[in-house]
């Protein structure tokens, strides 16, 4: 299970104070460590400077949309990996498919349920963690993988210079 002292922080994007407030005590009481953005604009300049392990982004805000940051998070090659779960009061079918399309891992409705979010944010952190630890256990692999084919090569070329 993922616990809070294993996680960076969490980023909350919103522009309604009560929103920010409730996830922020949610989070809090937790123990996660989070940070708050009040607009896609501000969100993606902190971003740059400071990676979150996860973002809960609202989808209505002036300015930069949800779904305009969301685009943006995910074409930098640097924060693309980044969970992004929308929280929204958008609860038609088409909105919360464009949210996964554009790369969202999840959707959670608004009124918040303050389990709810803790739990979903858990399941992604965990995901992420495992997600991670997967693509190093491969890259370990095939880096020895490609060491034992380059030192076989050798011996097979050895032994052909000997055959011969």
């Not at 616990?3 to 407030?21: A, E």
């Not at 607009?39 to 949309?65: C, F, K, T, Y």
């Not at 409705?109 to 992604?124: D, S």
Request: charged residues 25%; hydrophobic residues 40%.
């Amino acid at each position: 299970m993922t616990t809070p002292r294993d996680t960076g922080f969490i980023l909350i994007v919103d522009d309604n104070p009560t929103n920010l407030s409730v996830l922020s005590t949610a989070l809090a009481s937790a123990g996660f460590r989070f940070r708050v953005a009040v607009g896609g604009e501000s969100a993606i300049a902190l971003i740059e400077r400071h990676q979150p392990e996860l973002i809960l982004l609202d989808v209505q805000m002036p300015g930069i949309d949800g779904f305009e940051t969301c685009r943006a998070i995910k074409a930098n090659p640097v924060t693309k990996n980044i969970p992004i779960i929308f929280t929204t009061a958008l609860a038609d079918t088409e909105s919360k498919i464009k949210g996964f399309a554009l790369g969202a891992v999840d959707y959670i409705p608004k009124p918040f349920e303050q389990e709810e979010v803790i739990a979903r944010v858990r399941v992604h952190l965990q995901l992420k963690q495992l997600t991670e630890s997967l693509e190093e256990q491969v890259r370990d692999r095939t880096a020895a993988l490609e060491l034992d084919f380059g030192q076989r090569g050798k011996r097979f070329a050895r032994f052909q210079r000997e055959a011969n």
